[in-house]
C-alpha cells in the first residue's frame, strides 16, 4: 500500500499557513502589554495615566500608529492640573504630543511596555502650568503600580 500525505496537508506546510491549530514559530509572537496604574495588562490603550494617585496628568485620545513587542507609538493629548489655587479647582492644560512605550519587561508573567515618554508635536511646545516652569521639552515615566 502507497501512503500519501494529503494534499491540503502539504499545501499549508508549505506555505507556512495553520493546518490543526497550530501556528508556525516564525510567525508566533508573544504580545506586549501596558499596565496603567496597575488596572491591569491592554493592548492599545486610549489613555494612560501619569500620576495613579489623583490622575492629576496623562495622555488620553490616544491613537496609535503602531504596537509592535519592543515599542508603541502614537499621538494624543497630554493633560496636567495646575493645581492652583488647589488641584481640585486647578486649571487644566493640554497638549498635542507624541507618544512613545518601550522598555520592554517581562514582569507578572507578561510582557509589558514600561516606559511612557511624551513629547510635544513637532514645532510645538507643552502647554504649562506658569507655577511648573521651567517647561519640559519631555516628559516620562515608568509604570510601575501593580495589582497583585
Not at 77 to 105: F, H, Q
Request: aromatic fraction near 10%; charged fraction near 15%.
Amino acid at each position: 500500500m502507497k501512503r500519501t500525505a494529503p494534499i491540503a496537508l502539504i499545501a499549508a506546510l508549505m506555505l507556512g499557513t495553520t493546518f490543526a491549530g497550530i501556528a508556525p514559530a516564525s510567525t508566533a509572537k508573544t504580545p506586549s502589554y501596558f499596565n496603567d496604574c496597575g488596572l491591569g495588562p491592554v493592548i492599545k490603550p486610549s489613555s494612560v495615566i501619569q500620576y495613579c494617585a489623583d490622575g492629576g496628568a496623562g495622555v488620553v485620545n490616544i491613537k496609535w500608529s503602531s504596537w509592535g513587542t519592543t515599542s508603541a507609538k502614537g499621538t494624543g493629548t497630554y493633560y496636567i492640573n495646575g493645581c492652583s489655587p488647589s488641584c481640585a479647582a486647578g486649571t487644566i492644560y493640554k497638549s498635542s504630543v507624541y507618544v512613545l512605550l518601550n522598555k520592554l519587561t517581562k514582569t507578572h508573567g507578561k510582557n509589558y511596555l514600561m516606559n511612557v515618554t511624551v513629547t510635544p508635536k513637532a514645532g510645538k511646545h507643552f502647554v504649562w502650568p506658569p507655577e511648573m516652569k521651567p517647561v519640559p521639552k519631555k516628559v516620562t515615566w515608568t509604570s510601575d503600580m501593580w495589582r497583585g
